[in-house]
């Protein structure tokens, strides 16, 4: 009873805020992201009858606290579903710096999902895995699904759960997305905590199911700017709600702000390229293979690490050699 998986992370297009259950992860409203690729995260998980205890182990470091609760909150839904009862050996690596705004959570708990459901020998589509991997981050649930996808809200996994939106194949291969790398060390679990208590939570409510649906018939479309341009105005509609909750959260850094204020003069010049920002300080600038190169060297013009991204898959259980024990 062993498996690994891939999974790739999100960037954000219309990102969710809060959640109306913590324990399922259920949030307010949907939302809907991409995932990009090579970056990923590699899980290997065993069952094994003779291990006294879950260990976690992510990029050579033994977990406890509360990254071990969120893991555990999804193997143990895996153990109920499955009726297993062994402890779990859990092995997990990235291949992109964490925790500075690159949904290394939604990669993490997506291959995990993927690889706990096939180590159990559960038989789910990528929907319903996505409900498993939704316990650990609700993001997650929009990796394990890949490309574009959509987390529909609702209060139970029937409801609750993701989706692929279909794009013209066109519009995906052309899609470039340079990372812009700001290492400022973020939590994402406080904002959401607290998402209603701003009062500026109200208004995104209010605008962020008509961005939803202009956002899916963008896609659909491939209409690039009109896409990526809300993607751009939602990021700011999430800093807004954010940096008004009682933490009064600040993500962004001096070179979150250049390189915002570098898109905003390419864009000047005529080329198609947008910011966007999920919880953190580090820049997805999504721009089109054609332009890519003089987007990247602008971006790191403004003294950041930079890489380049394409569209990604959804999770993919691996074959057995490429186990990580």
């Known amino acids: ?13 219309v990102k969710y805020h809060g959640m109306r259950d913590e324990q399922l992860r259920l949030p307010y409203h949907d939302s809907i992201s991409l995932c990009t690729a090579p970056s990923h995260t590699k ?37 109920e579903r499955a009726g297993v009862d062994d402890r779990v050996r859990f092995v997990s690596e990235n291949s992109f710096p964490t925790n500075i705004g690159f949904g290394s959570s939604s990669s993490g708990f997506a291959a995990a999902a993927m690889a706990l459901v096939e180590a159990a020998g559960l038989d789910l589509s ?48 052309d899609l470039r997305i340079v990372a812009g790398m700001v290492p400022a ?5 406080q904002a959401h905590a607290e998402a209603a208590k701003s009062h500026m939570f109200e208004a995104r409510m209010a605008h962020v199911h008509a961005q939803i649906a202009d956002m899916r018939d963008a896609l659909r479309s ?46 000047e010049d005529g080329l198609p390229v947008y910011f966007s920002v999920d919880t953190g300080a580090s820049v997805y600038v999504n721009t089109k293979r054609a332009h890519v190169d003089r987007v990247e060297h602008a971006v790191a013009d403004c003294g950041v690490e930079t890489r380049v991204w394409e569209l990604g898959g959804p999770a993919q259980v691996l074959p057995d050699g490429e186990a990580l024990f």
């Open 222 to 267: 491939g209409a690039f700017d009109r896409a990526f341009e809300l993607a751009e105005h939602d990021s700011l509609s999430l800093a807004a709600a954010t940096m008004t909750g009682p933490a009064g959260w600040v993500y962004w850094q001096p070179r979150t702000i250049e390189i915002f204020n570098t898109v905003r003069e390419l864009r």
């Open 126 to 173: 990528r929907p319903e895995v996505s409900t498993v991997a939704r316990r650990g981050s609700s993001s997650a649930a929009r990796a394990v699904t890949g490309s574009f996808s959509h987390l529909r809200a609702g209060m139970n996994d029937e409801d609750c759960r993701a989706e692929q939106i279909p794009v013209p194949d066109a519009f995906g291969e």
């Open 185 to 189: 060390y973020k939590e994402t679990e």
């Open 1 to 13: 009873m062993k498996a690994t998986a891939r999974a790739h992370p999100i960037q954000g297009l």
């Open 43 to 79: 899980t290997t998980v065993a069952f094994e009858p003779d291990r006294e205890s879950d260990r976690y182990v992510v990029d050579g470091e033994v977990l406890a606290g509360r990254g071990a609760e969120r893991i555990r909150a999804v193997v143990d839904h895996v153990r």
